[in-house]
C-alpha cells in the first residue's frame, strides 16, 4: 500500500527536478494483520534528509547498489512512463525481478533523485509466495534459476548501452552484485545439507543450461566463491554454537 499523499509528494519533486527516477529509501513494515508497523530500510545508513540528486558517474551508482546504498525494490520508486518504455524495461518472470529491472533503470537512466519520503506500506504475509516456506530443491533452483536467467538477460540490456560499451569491469560489477545479492537467500538451507550434496545440486541446476559460453562459466564460478564463504559462515556459527554449550555446561557444573 502507499500512503494517501504519495503521489502528490512525488510528482511535485518530479516537476522540480524533472528526473528520470524518483527512489525513497525507508518504507513502513508491518505484519499479516497490518500490524506492529515499523520504519525500516536495508539501506547501509547514509540516509539523504533532502532531495539529491546522483551524479552521471554510472560507476557510483552501481558500487552504490552493490554496497546497498540504494534500494532495488521497484515498489520504492517513481519512474517516468517514457523513459521506462523507451529503454525497454522489462520485468523478468523469476525471482528477484525488481531486482533486474533497477539494474536497467541505473544503468539507462540520466538523472536519479534520492529523497527521504516515505511513502509505502509493506505488509509481510508468511504464506504468501514470496515468504512460504519451500524445501531446499525448490530453494536451491529457484535463486539459481534467477541468477542464470537474470545475468544474461543483464548482459544482452547492458551491451547495448553506450556506458558499458569497452567497460567490462562495470558489467561484472552488476554481476558480483546479483550473485551476493541472491546467494544469501540460501543461506538459511545450508545448515541442512552436506557440503557434497550442495555442490551436487548447483551441478545438476547449471547442466539445465543449454549453452556453456563464458558467462555461464562466470556465474558458475562466482557461485563457487559464495558457497565456499557461505558453507564457512555456517561452519563458523556451529562452532561458536558449540563453544556456547560447553561454556553452559561448564558453568553448571
Known amino acids: ?15 522540480k527536478f524533472n528526473p528520470d527516477v524518483i527512489a525513497c529509501e525507508k518504507y513502513y513494515q508491518m505484519d499479516g494483520e497490518g500490524k506492529n508497523v515499523s520504519l525500516t530500510s536495508y539501506k547501509n545508513g547514509d540516509f539523504t534528509t533532502e532531495p539529491i ?11 552504490d547498489l552493490n554496497n546497498r546504498h540504494f534500494l532495488w525494490n521497484l515498489w ?22 525488481d531486482f533486474f529491472a533497477t539494474v536497467t533503470i541505473i ?10 519520503n516515505v511513502i509505502n506500506f509493506y505488509r509481510i504475509v508468511e504464506d504468501s509466495v514470496t515468504h512460504k516456506s519451500e524445501n531446499v530443491q525448490k530453494v536451491f533452483h529457484k535463486w539459481i534459476d534467477a541468477t542464470i536467467q537474470g545475468i544474461k538477460y543483464l548482459d544482452k540490456f547492458l551491451n547495448k548501452q553506450e556506458n558499458f560499451k569497452n567497460r567490462a ?11 551476493k545479492e541472491f546467494m544469501q537467500y540460501l543461506l538459511p538451507v545450508y545448515a541442512q545439507i552436506p557440503a557434497h550434496q550442495l555442490d551436487k545440486i548447483i551441478r545438476e541446476e547449471f547442466s539445465k543450461i543449454p549453452d556453456t559460453t563464458a558467462l555461464t562459466t562466470f556465474i558458475f564460478s562466482r557461485m ?12 563458523f556459527i556451529n562452532q561458536l554454537q558449540t ?11
Open 53 to 63: 540528486i546522483t551524479g552521471e558517474d554510472i560507476l557510483k551508482k552501481l558500487s
Open 1 to 15: 500500500m502507499i500512503t494517501k499523499t504519495a503521489f502528490e509528494e512525488l510528482y511535485q519533486i518530479a516537476e
Open 76 to 97: 520504492t520508486k517513481l519512474i517516468r512512463r517514457d523513459f521506462f518504455v523507451k529503454n525497454e524495461i522489462k520485468m523478468l518472470n523469476i525471482a528477484g525481478e
Open 107 to 116: 544503468s539507462a537512466a540520466e538523472k536519479i533523485v534520492k529523497v527521504p
Open 243 to 253: 563453544e556456547n554449550q560447553q561454556l553452559k555446561e561448564q558453568l553448571q557444573k
Open 224 to 235: 563457487n566463491f559464495f558457497n565456499v564463504n557461505l558453507i564457512q559462515q555456517q561452519n
Open 169 to 179: 569491469d562495470l558489467k561484472y560489477l552488476v554481476f558480483e552484485t546479483v550473485t
